[in-house]
């Protein structure tokens, strides 16, 4: 099984006005940082995914698999749901996580979905 990818953005702001030392981002990497203590999926911050107006943001992606793009993560609460679509995005042939297994918070975050790279295309990347 192909270890996929969860890009979060930690830049991203909490939704209301926050007295916080953290970004809504960081705060939910942090949630997101035991969950993946068993090596399952790569948790990778990154800095902005210009999508500010709608954060909080990540994408997981994987070879061969489905992209998805997630907007509007609740920094408090996404955590347990989109570790839990992370663990049925990693078992799931190409990421086809069947829409009826996804929780209400999943539904409502996933913004787009993109089709895989062609296997080619992922080969000659990681060649480079
Ligand atoms: S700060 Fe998170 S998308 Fe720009």
Request: proline share 9%; charged share 15%; aromatic share 8%.
């Amino acid at each position: 099984m192909t270890q996929p990818t969860l890009f979060v953005c930690a830049l991203c702001k909490f939704p209301t006005a926050e007295t916080s030392d953290t970004t809504g981002g960081q705060h939910l990497i942090d949630q997101l940082m035991p969950q993946f203590e068993d090596g399952t999926v790569n948790l990778q911050p990154v800095r902005c995914m210009a999508a500010c107006d709608r954060a909080c943001n990540a994408a997981l992606s994987a070879p061969g698999k489905l992209t998805f793009i997630f907007n509007d993560l609740s920094p408090h609460q996404a955590a347990p749901d989109l570790a839990e679509f992370c663990r049925q995005y990693a078992a799931a042939s190409m990421g086809k996580v069947p829409y009826g297994l996804r929780s209400p918070a999943i539904k409502q975050a996933i913004a787009y979905v993109l089709p895989p790279l062609a296997v080619e295309e992922v080969e000659a990347a990681i060649a480079r």
